[in-house]
């Protein structure tokens, strides 16, 4: 099997050597080590392959999973030297949600570095609780024709003892508030809305959510752009 390989390798650049020949073009030299080696090149994406979508993102970095401390340092690693380079870039999102502590940190490092223009987020599927604070951290914000958002209160840490529970009623009044200010501060919902909301557990459709301003459009199934 490696010489009938190897045999093929050779004929094949051999009938390149003489096309090259032909052409007056440089004849490749194989080195030694490589030999009886087959690499077969995997063309890159066009970059014309998002041109129907008007920001034409150039980085694009895909999250399917939960928000965890793992999403804060891959999306991040990932996304920081697009958005460091001034290069448009899109993050697709799809999410039950996860820990708010890493979807505040990538909120705030966004945010705080001014790349909320520079930063797509598009929810594809669900994209509920925490994974909602990460689509808030641009302010080009899509969502496709599925998707929702599934909002409800931070639940508690522990049931240790009394000191740990008034820490935690702490932390936890501190979380939800800071959940309801950011959902407030981007949409046209109020932020005691947001908080009856999460303490009812709600659902938030496509019509809603553009209706409210938590997307400014919403991806429709012909690849274009249009209202709900």
């Known amino acids: 099997m ?3 390989t190897l045999a093929l390798c050779f004929a094949i650049f051999g009938l390149f050597s003489v096309f090259a020949a032909a052409q007056n ?21 066009p970059e014309e392959e998002m041109a129907t979508i008007p920001w034409e993102g150039r980085c694009v970095m895909k999250w399917f999973d939960d928000i965890t401390p ?19 870039t ?8 996860g820990g708010i502590t890493p979807a505040f940190a990538f909120y705030d490092a966004i945010r705080i570095h001014g790349y909320q223009e520079l930063l797509t987020t598009i929810a594809l599927g669900e994209s ?11 302010d080009r914000r899509y ?13 508690g ?6 000191k740990d529970k008034r820490k935690d009623s702490h932390l936890i009044r501190f979380l939800n508030d800071r959940y309801a200010a950011i959902v407030a501060e981007h949409t046209s919902f109020g932020a005691k809305e947001v908080a009856a909301m999460m303490k009812r557990e709600t659902v938030i459709d496509v019509g809603r959510a553009y209706d409210k301003g938590v997307v400014s ?3 429709l199934h012909h690849n274009g752009l249009g209202t709900p």
């Open 2 to 4: 490696r010489r009938s």
């Open 25 to 45: 073009l440089p004849i490749p030299r194989i080195p030694p080590s490589e030999v009886g080696v087959v690499t077969i090149p995997i063309p890159q994406p």
């Open 70 to 88: 793992e999403f804060q340092e891959k999306v991040l690693k990932v996304i920081m030297p697009c958005l460091q380079a001034g290069k448009p």
């Open 90 to 97: 899109t993050l697709w999102l799809t999410s039950t949600g």
């Open 128 to 138: 509920s609780s925490a994974a909602l604070i990460v689509l808030l951290a641009s």
């Open 143 to 155: 969502m496709t024709e599925s998707a929702y958002f599934y909002l409800h209160e931070i639940a």
């Open 157 to 162: 840490f522990n049931e240790q003892n009394k």
């Open 217 to 219: 459009d919403v991806l």
